[in-house]
């Protein structure tokens, strides 16, 4: 089997490459390929890889290339992980929107539709010369945002699954809590991807018991304060959010508290500095215990399961997994063309449209949770539009109907704003 990683000079990448080297009864990878053109860190990054994959004994073959069509050329997958324009654009995202009021973060609001504005068009980009490459690779995307990015992707016919690693962080989270094994948690995960909230925490699989009522009154305390929301959300939720719904819950809070600190991306960027200088020791031969505090946390649990389901016949992965995928009728009020981030089967025989996730069905949603997700959709159809076609009308009209925007006078600001940060990535401006 042959894996291929665009973005494999990533500080993520030894997190994937632990997962790859534990977890190889599962995905029994031969080949992996790390893609990426800024070869400097490429070959310390891969140079560590092989160092793990080393001491666990690992007998696949680690290579690296900053030719995309050589190194995706046979693959059975393509994981894509990049950045466009770096830590540099993201501190950006982060910063231009708080002059406005407004929530600075690299996926959620108007940075998050910057990041989009420059990635869809490079993934797509990326996509079409895998396709012709290797024609049936499956691309699995873990490049935010990844519910507009998956979106594209479908939308433009390839073999896409987005995925992301909030869920299977709640998983283990709530395992460790109820003090039972995390693969006998299953989460009634629904919503989109950054906007998700846990229905149901149940016990050994979809139909099981619901221990969620028990975990808020034993531990909702502790929960909360993970999310950084008040434990009385919690209660009167009775249903736990993403993290990510903080920047809606309490968006004025979170924009006072960026207002008054360091960016993530400047305390990133100094986290990837150190961590690059770690890589380069020719004695480490694991990942540093640094990388746990640089994101992507389960990251490689996830994407070895989901790529085995896929590639596999599903005996060595979990056979239903939180995948982005197409709607297709699962949540009634949205069109079948959005993607949504929900529990699904995964596995060879697929559905319907051929191979490929199916989501499990899912109850009727309060419109408490079904209005925020109708409109953050329709945001997400104006934002890809705008990624798709440019114009600065386009981008304004995304702005103008997000939930965390949604004033004239502010889409405008932000649309001005946005545009002269990021011209040097966005062709048409």
């Given at each position: 089997?042959k894996?291929?990683?665009v973005?494999?000079?990533?500080t993520?990448?030894p ?9 190889r ?10 893609i990426d ?6 070959e310390l ?5 092989r160092?793990i994959?080393?001491?666990q004994?690992?007998?696949g073959?680690i ?14 997958a393509?994981l894509?992980?990049l ?11 982060e ?5 406005c009021?407004?929530v ?5 609001g ?8 420059r ?5 797509l ?10 024609p ?8 935010n945002p ?5 979106r ?11 995925l ?7 998983q283990?989270k ?5 003090g039972?094994d995390?693969?006998?948690?299953h989460?009634?995960h629904v919503?989109?991807n950054h906007?998700?909230?846990e ?7 979809p ?50 508290e960026?207002?008054?600190k360091?960016s ?11 961590l690059l ?5 020719p004695?480490?031969?694991e990942?540093?215990?640094l ?17 085995a389901?896929l ?19 699962t949540l009634?009020?949205?069109?079948d ?11 060879g ?6 191979p ?7 109850p009727r949603l309060?419109p408490?949770?079904?209005g925020l ?7 997400e159809?104006?934002?890809l539009d705008a ?9 304004f009209r ?7 925007v949604?004033?004239f ?20 401006a």
């Amino acid at each position: 089997m042959k894996l291929a990683v665009v973005g494999g000079g990533s500080t993520y990448t030894p997190e994937l490459i632990d997962g790859f080297a534990r977890l190889r009864d599962t995905l029994p990878v031969s080949e992996l390929v790390l893609i990426d053109p800024a070869e400097e860190r490429l070959e310390l990054v891969g140079a560590l890889a092989r160092r793990i994959f080393a001491r666990q004994d690992h007998p696949g073959k680690i290579t690296t290339t900053s030719d995309l069509d050589a190194g995706a050329a046979g693959a059975d997958a393509v994981l894509l992980q990049l950045r466009i324009g770096g830590q540099a654009a993201r501190l950006q995202d982060e910063t231009w929107p708080l002059e406005c009021g407004c929530v600075g973060q690299e996926t959620t609001g108007a940075g998050g539709l910057a990041k989009a504005l420059r990635t869809v068009p490079v993934v797509l980009d990326i996509a079409e010369r895998v396709r012709r490459a290797s024609p049936d690779a499956w691309i699995i995307d873990f490049t935010n945002p990844v519910g507009i990015v998956t979106r594209a992707l479908l939308g433009a016919g390839h073999r896409a699954v987005g995925l992301c690693n909030v869920a299977i962080g709640l998983q283990r989270k709530f395992a460790a809590l109820l003090g039972v094994d995390p693969s006998g948690i299953h989460l009634d995960h629904v919503g989109l991807n950054h906007l998700t909230w846990e229905l149901g925490v149940r016990k050994g699989g979809p139909d099981g018991e619901d221990l969620l009522p028990a975990l808020l009154a034993e531990h909702g305390g502790a929960v909360a304060a993970d999310l950084r929301l008040p434990r009385a959300v919690l209660d009167r939720l009775g249903v736990v959010p993403s993290y990510y719904l903080r920047y809606f819950y309490a968006h004025d809070e979170v924009v006072r508290e960026l207002g008054s600190k360091p960016s993530r991306a400047a305390e990133v960027a100094a986290m990837e500095r150190e961590l690059l200088a770690l890589y380069a020791d020719p004695a480490l031969d694991e990942k540093p215990a640094l990388l746990a505090e640089r994101g992507g946390a389960f990251y490689s649990e996830a994407a070895v399961d989901l790529a085995a389901a896929l590639l596999g016949d599903g005996s060595g992965a979990s056979p239903v997994q939180v995948v982005n995928t197409r709607n297709a009728g699962t949540l009634p009020f949205l069109p079948d063309d959005a993607v949504i981030e929900v529990q699904a089967r995964v596995d060879g025989a697929g559905g319907p449209d051929g191979p490929g996730p199916v989501p499990l069905a899912v109850p009727r949603l309060d419109p408490l949770y079904a209005g925020l997700i109708a409109h953050v959709t329709a945001y997400e159809d104006l934002a890809l539009d705008a990624a798709l076609r440019g114009s600065r009308e386009r981008v304004f009209r995304a702005l103008l109907a997000h939930p965390l925007v949604g004033q004239f006078d502010l889409a405008e600001g932000l649309t001005d704003r946005l545009l002269a940060h990021n011209r040097e990535y966005l062709a048409w401006a």
